[in-house]
């Protein structure tokens, strides 16, 4: 499998946008999920959001209001909106994707054990600094 790869990271202000890329996310069968998650120098893997084979988009409460998660069939592409940003989005951010029923399951809790338990292929990350 061609391995995911995030893009879209990159210096900026607060108040800006910016929109993360994850290419490559694969065939995609009956049950899957996809995620993000970022991390943060000395702090532990947030989860962010997901995406299940439904359609069903969850957002975790702390970036609820500004991040959005989506998908483009024909491209792929798994993407992460993030507006109003602040330094405290300054991070590490990864997609992930699961496959099987029991990823599926588990794709609606955003929280970094049971999201992080259904996805099992990362990519390498892209760097998100904003500064104030």
């Known amino acids: 499998q061609v391995p995911l790869l995030e893009t879209g990271g990159g210096s900026g202000q607060a108040g800006g946008s910016r929109r993360l890329s994850c290419a490559n996310v694969?065939?995609?069968?009956?049950?899957?999920?996809m995620g993000w998650f970022r991390q943060a120098p000395g702090k532990q893997r947030e989860a962010l959001a997901s995406?299940?084979?439904?359609?069903?988009?969850s957002v975790a409460d702390s970036v609820k209001d500004r991040f959005t998660i989506s998908y483009d069939n024909a491209k792929n592409t798994l993407f992460l909106q993030m507006d109003s940003l602040t330094p405290e989005d300054t991070a590490k951010y990864y997609c992930?994707?699961?496959?099987?029923?029991?990823?599926?399951?588990?794709?609606?809790?955003?929280?970094?054990?049971?999201?992080?338990?259904?996805?099992?292929?990362w990519g390498q990350g892209t760097l998100v600094t904003v500064s104030s």
């Open positions: 992930a994707v699961g496959f099987g029923v029991d990823s599926y399951l588990r794709c609606t809790t955003v929280t970094p054990d049971i999201l992080a338990g259904a996805l099992n292929t």
């Open positions: 694969g065939y995609l069968d009956r049950n899957y999920c």
């Open positions: 995406i299940d084979s439904g359609g069903i988009t």
